[in-house]
């Protein structure tokens, strides 16, 4: 069963930038569109942003508009998450997924089968 591998994560100040990445190895993660979502502890995933194949369109949660980038890389099977302008509130651990569909019409949200991986942590505190 798939389960992606995420990295990039770690402790950084409000108002600081972390890159994620999260790898599919030997999927053909080109077919598919791609989501990024994050947990915090006693809830559950919540869709931050997706990337579609084969044209990127890309849709954000409000609450990262402006402040986080995603894009991918099909030749690498990898995403990537930008994480600018972090604060507190996004404290979570962020993990990856395939998404049904990435666009203006759907919520970000993992496809029924999904295999969580241990994602990677994230921390803003000063």
């Known amino acids: 069963q798939l389960q992606f591998v995420e990295s990039g994560g770690g402790l950084v100040q409000p108002g600081g930038s972390l890159r994620l990445s999260c790898e599919a190895p030997g999927f053909t993660f080109e077919f598919y569109d791609i989501g990024w979502f994050r947990q915090v502890p006693g809830k559950e995933h919540e869709g931050v942003s997706c990337?579609?194949?084969?044209?990127?369109?890309?849709k954000y949660a409000e609450f990262v508009k402006g402040r986080f980038t995603i894009w991918r890389d099909n030749g690498k099977s990898t995403a990537y998450l930008q994480m600018d302008n972090l604060t507190p509130d996004d404290t979570a651990v962020y993990s990856c997924?395939?998404?049904?569909?990435?666009?203006?019409?759907?919520?970000?949200?993992?496809?029924?089968?999904?295999?969580w991986g241990q994602g990677t942590q994230v921390t803003v505190s000063s």
């Open positions: 990337i579609s194949s084969p044209d990127s369109n890309r």
């Open positions: 997924a395939i998404v049904d569909h990435c666009g203006t019409d759907y919520n970000i949200e993992p496809i029924d089968s999904t295999s």
